[in-house]
């Protein structure tokens, strides 16, 4: 079962589950929404990190050498967003009106989410952050083996800092 959201810039409709619980809706177009729609029948149950699950995903996009922007969104308004906790959905809201996410490359969203992923952690948890070379070697480099890589940013260490 779906709801159909008319993007307002481009007119294209898009077909969001009823399942989904979500603030931002991004036509490919660019357009992005703040139109907030409900199922409250619906509960998640939120991933211990959403941020590995992005970057995991578009490391992914990067390394099979693939990018559908349609899939893509599809799958950032219909999975990942809709999984954000509430209490982080105004913050982070906040940061996509001054860096919003460049869905032209599956490079520029990794960066856009590495960048996003930092303001986050200087900005509202406290938490350290990384340069944009150890997220690509975490999460792109092909002599660490995956589930290392998978497993350094699980638990927010890496082989040589574990102040990640």
């Known amino acids: 079962m779906y709801k159909t959201w008319s993007c307002p810039k481009c007119s294209k409709d898009i077909q969001i589950p009823l399942q989904i619980d979500t603030s931002i809706i991004t036509c490919n177009c660019g357009y992005t929404s703040n139109e907030r729609i409900i199922n409250p029948q619906i509960t998640f149950i939120t991933p211990k990190n959403l941020w590995v699950i992005i970057h995991e995903y578009l490391a992914t996009q990067i390394k099979n050498n693939y990018w559908n922007v349609e899939e893509v969104l599809d799958y950032y308004n219909g999975y990942w967003y ?64 995956e589930k290392t890589q998978c497993m350094a940013a699980r638990y927010n260490t890496n082989l040589d800092n574990p102040t990640l």
Do not use: G, R
Not at 90 to 97: P, S
Not at 111 to 140: A, D, G, M, R
């Open 82 to 145: 809709a999984m954000i906790p509430s209490c982080c959905l105004e913050n982070f809201n906040k940061i996509l009106e001054n860096h919003p996410i460049d869905w032209s490359t599956a490079e520029t969203a990794f960066y856009s989410f590495w960048f996003i992923h930092n303001q986050v952690s200087l900005l509202h948890s406290n938490k350290p952050t990384i340069t944009y070379n150890k997220c690509k070697e975490l999460y792109l480099d092909p002599s660490l083996p």
